[in-house]
C-alpha cells in the first residue's frame, strides 16, 4: 500500500483537472456528447452557446490552488487554527472584482470567506449544506503527527473557517480521519475496502467527538447535533457496504440526502457534504478496474468538480501516484511546477517564495484560458430567443382568464389583447 502525501496530492489535483469542465453536465448529456471520458475533455460541444462555463481542459481551478497554498500554510505546524487561513486569504486576496486574487473558478464557500476577510464587520460563516471544502482537507495532512485532541481541534478549527452547517463537518471528521488513518498505514490498502474504512473512521470521529464535545462546541456547534450527523453518515456507509450494484448505493444516498433537507435530490453526484465524502466511496467499492475509476466517476455528471478531486485523493492514498493514468500527469498544465511544488510540500522542505511564485505564474494561467475562451467563442453566433407567434402569445393570455377577475383585470386583458391584435 502506498500512503505518501505525495499521492494523496497528485490524485486530488489530476481529479481536480478531470472533473472541472465537465461540472454542472448531466451524466445522459456527457455520454451522449463524449460517449466516454478517457482523457481531460474540452467542454466547448456540450456547452450549448454559454461560454462562460467553459474551462480550459487539463487546466486545474482553484480546488488545487487552495490545497498547495493550505498546504504550504500549515506545513509542519502542530495544529491548525483558524488565524493562520485568516492569514492565507489576507495573502493572497484581491480587491473588487478580482476579491479572489489570483484563483481560477473558486467555490461559493471560497468567494464568502474572501468576502468576510475584506468586510471584517460581517465575521458570519456559511450555514448551507454544502461540500465544497472537502476537496481541501488532505492539506491537513501536513501537520505534525498529532493526538486526538488537535485533531479535533485541527478539523472543527478548519471547517469553522468555511461553514458552521454540522454536515460539513461531520463528513469532513469523517473524511479526515480517514485520510490519518490511511496515511499512517492503519487502513486496508485496497481501493475497494474504502467504504469499510470509512465505517471505521466514522467510529472514531463520533468517539472523538463525545469525548472532545467542548471543543466543538467552542467552535460553533452543538455536539449533539454533529454527533447525530455521523452517526446517520455511519449508517448510510453501511447500508452501501451492503448494496449489490452502483444503482443501489446512489438510491441510499439519495434518500439519506432528501430526508435531511427541503428540497429534494434525484441524483447523488451534488454538492452536499454527504454526496461527496460517499459517492467516491460506493463508486471505489463496484468499479471493475481501479485504473478506471476517475475517468468513470467523471462520467455520472453533477458536481464533478468537487467530488471527483476527492475521489482522485482516495485514489492517490490507496493506489499511488503510479497508478494514475499517465497521460493525466504528461497532459496536466504546469505539470513541472506543480510536481516539484508537490514533492517539496511532501519532504516538508516548501517555502513561502516557492509558494510565492506559483501563486504568481497562476495569474498568468487564469489570462491565458480567459483569451483563449474569448478566442474560440468569438466566432460562435449567439443564440436569439424564438419570436412567438400571435397564436402562442394569445394563448399564453388566454391562461389568465378567470372568472374571479375584476372589471379592471378584464379591461387590462381588453387592452392587451388589442394590442396583440394590431401586431
Given at each position: 500500500m502506498r500512503n505518501d502525501l505525495q499521492d494523496i496530492l497528485l490524485g486530488s489535483i489530476t481529479g481536480d483537472a478531470l472533473g472541472a469542465p465537465l461540472d454542472g453536465m448531466g451524466e445522459a448529456h456527457i455520454r451522449s456528447v463524449f460517449k466516454s471520458v478517457e482523457e481531460y475533455i474540452d467542454p466547448m460541444p456540450a456547452l450549448k452557446g454559454k461560454p462562460d462555463r467553459w474551462k480550459k481542459p487539463g487546466l486545474y481551478t482553484s480546488t488545487t490552488q487552495m490545497?498547495?497554498?493550505?498546504?504550504?500554510?500549515?506545513?509542519?505546524?502542530?495544529?491548525?487554527?483558524?488565524?493562520?487561513?485568516?492569514?492565507?486569504?489576507?495573502?493572497?486576496?484581491?480587491s473588487g472584482e478580482t476579491l479572489t486574487g489570483h484563483l481560477r473558478h473558486p467555490t461559493s464557500t471560497i468567494i464568502q470567506a474572501f468576502r468576510r476577510i475584506e468586510n471584517a464587520e460581517n465575521q458570519s460563516t456559511s450555514h448551507f449544506t454544502t461540500g465544497d471544502i472537502l476537496p481541501l482537507l488532505p492539506a491537513l495532512l501536513v501537520l505534525k503527527k498529532t493526538g486526538e485532541e488537535t485533531f479535533i481541534t485541527s478539523v472543527t478549527s478548519f471547517v469553522a473557517f468555511f461553514s458552521h452547517n454540522p454536515w460539513v463537518l461531520a463528513s469532513s471528521l469523517i473524511t479526515s480521519s480517514l485520510y490519518f488513518s490511511i496515511y499512517s498505514s492503519t487502513g486496508s490498502g485496497k481501493l475497494n475496502t474504502v467504504v469499510t474504512d470509512a465505517i471505521e473512521s466514522a467510529n472514531r470521529a463520533e468517539n472523538l467527538s463525545e469525548t472532545f464535545s467542548h471543543l466543538i462546541f467552542d467552535s460553533g456547534w452543538n455536539p449533539d447535533t454533529v454527533i447525530d450527523c455521523i452517526r446517520q453518515i455511519h449508517d448510510l456507509l453501511v447500508r452501501i457496504q451492503e448494496s449489490t450494484h452502483i444503482e443501489q448505493a446512489a438510491q441510499y444516498i439519495v434518500q439519506s440526502i432528501n430526508a435531511n433537507q427541503k428540497t429534494p435530490v434525484t441524483r447523488p453526484t451534488v454538492n452536499n457534504p454527504i454526496s461527496v465524502l460517499c459517492w467516491p466511496c460506493a463508486y471505489a467499492l463496484h468499479i471493475d478496474s481501479i485504473q478506471e475509476y476517475m475517468f468513470r466517476i467523471a462520467e455520472t455528471g453533477g458536481s464533478t468538480g468537487i467530488f471527483v478531486p476527492v475521489a482522485g485523493a482516495i485514489f492517490g492514498m490507496y493506489c499511488g501516484s503510479s497508478m494514475i493514468p499517465s497521460h493525466l500527469i504528461e497532459n496536466l498544465i504546469n505539470r513541472k511546477r506543480i510536481l516539484a511544488l508537490v514533492e517539496s510540500i511532501n519532504t516538508m522542505k516548501v517555502t513561502s517564495a516557492e509558494l510565492d511564485a506559483f501563486l504568481q505564474n497562476e495569474s498568468a494561467l487564469t489570462r491565458k484560458e480567459e483569451e483563449e475562451r474569448g478566442s474560440r467563442f468569438r466566432r460562435t453566433p449567439e443564440k436569439k430567443p424564438r419570436k412567438r407567434t400571435k397564436k402562442e402569445n394569445m394563448d399564453e393570455l388566454s391562461r389568465h382568464v378567470?372568472?374571479?377577475?375584476?372589471?379592471?383585470?378584464?379591461a387590462k386583458w381588453k387592452k392587451q389583447k388589442k394590442k396583440i391584435d394590431s401586431e
Open positions: 490545497l498547495v497554498s493550505l498546504s504550504v500554510a500549515l506545513n509542519g505546524e502542530k495544529i491548525c487554527r483558524s488565524h493562520m487561513l485568516e492569514n492565507l486569504f489576507t495573502t493572497i486576496s484581491g378567470v372568472e374571479s377577475w375584476t372589471k379592471y383585470d378584464k
